[in-house]
């Protein structure tokens, strides 16, 4: 799909510092797409998958915060879409959450696998401790720090690989995560760059749910 902005970031910048309210409209206008896919990657893995009006919700909502930055004369408006998918990605956090994200069922134990694909080690005693209300609560803090923690393209790659990770066999991971992550972006996505980004990935991951204090993800390899 072609892109639907006909301006350049550098010009929306100048746009925003001369006629706020005018950058608001051409976000609206000439940039609601980009903003919509940005939405879209954000707001993937809903147990129900993604309605159109939510996305509409989240990038009104988005707008809705812009406003009072338009009215004011002081504010920094350098990197404008930096700004926008700061506000966009925070309001699509909000919205997993009012949803009350339930990952789909975990067949034959795929979080454990998929937490011990994050933590690269062998299972300890702490893991093995983990009751089923923990692994819940790990669950919802792994799709969370997904949404807070990753990039664009590695939101999308994550949230593929958590999603879908019980239907990958033992060594047949990269390539078709490669084949659902493509049919997120619309692009012929290649498995070595997949996996790349999700061992990127990983590490911030580990990262995020370690500072929430999910210790056994940093147990000795």
């Known amino acids: 799909m072609a892109a639907s902005n006909p301006i350049t970031d550098s010009e929306l910048e100048e746009v925003f510092r001369d006629d706020p ?21 954000r707001l993937w893995g809903l147990p129900s998958g993604i309605r159109a009006e939510e996305i509409k ?15 004011d004369p002081a504010f920094d408006w350098r990197e404008p879409m930096r ?23 975990d067949v034959d ?27 819940k609560e790990f669950c919802g803090a792994l799709h969370e720090a997904i949404g807070v923690a990753l990039t664009e393209k590695q939101a999308i790659v994550a949230r593929c690989y958590v999603d ?29 760059t997949i996996k790349k980004l999700w061992h990127e990935a990983k590490k911030r991951l580990v990262k995020e749910l370690t500072r929430k204090g999910f210790k056994f993800l940093e147990t000795e390899e």
């Open 21 to 41: 309210e005018f950058g608001l409209n051409l976000l609206y206008t000439d940039f609601r797409e980009p903003i919509a896919r940005y939405i879209k990657s």
């Open 57 to 71: 919700e989240v990038f009104q909502e988005t707008m809705l915060v812009l406003v009072p930055f338009v009215r």
């Open 83 to 105: 700004i926008v998918y700061d506000i966009a990605k925070k309001k699509a956090v909000d919205a997993l959450r009012r949803r009350r994200y339930r990952p789909k069922q």
């Open 109 to 135: 134990g795929a979080i454990e696998r998929i937490a011990k694909d994050l933590a690269r080690t062998k299972i300890g005693l702490e893991w093995r401790l983990q009751t089923p209300a923990e692994w």
């Open 164 to 192: 879908n990770f019980e239907d990958f066999g033992e060594r047949e991971i990269y390539a078709p995560l490669a084949r659902l992550v493509g049919e997120i972006t619309g692009q012929d996505e290649n498995a070595v």
